[in-house]
């Protein structure tokens, strides 16, 4: 069976994959582009959640001062596992996160 291709012409895994390479500015980017692709959205918002939470938490005076260095180390080991799995063809299920963004999309 022959992938999917999306609005860039792209194949889904990619375009997907492609939602978390700038963090939540691709995400939105991608959700704003992809109107036919559940997958391909369902990432877009899941980057947005996920890396606009590790851009907020650090502005956060004391605690995200403190926490700053943990979430951003988070954030890019998390980035890298999100862009292989995703274009591997997985969905990664992020607690709490992946649930919220599913409601979203459908």
Same mark, same amino acid.
């Given at each position: 069976?022959?992938?999917?291709?999306?609005?860039?012409?792209?194949?889904?895994?990619?375009?997907?994959?492609?939602?978390?390479?700038?963090?939540?500015?691709?995400?939105?980017?991608?959700?704003?582009?992809?109107?036919?692709?559940?997958?391909?959205?369902?990432?877009?918002?899941?980057?947005?959640?996920? $890396?606009? /939470?590790?851009? @907020?938490?650090?502005?956060?005076?004391?605690? %995200?001062?403190? !926490?700053?260095?943990? =979430?951003?180390?988070?954030? $890019?080991? /998390?980035?890298? @596992?999100?862009?292989?799995?995703?274009?591997? %063809?997985?969905? !990664?299920?992020?607690? =709490?996160?992946?649930?919220?963004?599913?409601?979203?999309?459908?």
């Amino acid at each position: 069976m022959p992938e999917k291709t999306t609005i860039t012409g792209l194949p889904e895994n990619t375009e997907a994959a492609l939602t978390y390479l700038l963090w939540w500015v691709s995400g939105l980017l991608f959700l704003i582009l992809e109107k036919d692709s559940l997958k391909v959205r369902f990432h877009a918002l899941q980057s947005i959640v996920i $890396f606009g /939470l590790v851009t @907020v938490i650090p502005m956060i005076p004391i605690l %995200g001062w403190v !926490l700053a260095p943990f =979430v951003w180390l988070g954030g $890019f080991v /998390l980035w890298l @596992v999100l862009i292989v799995k995703t274009y591997q %063809g997985e969905d !990664l299920e992020l607690p =709490v996160v992946s649930e919220f963004v599913r409601k979203q999309v459908k």
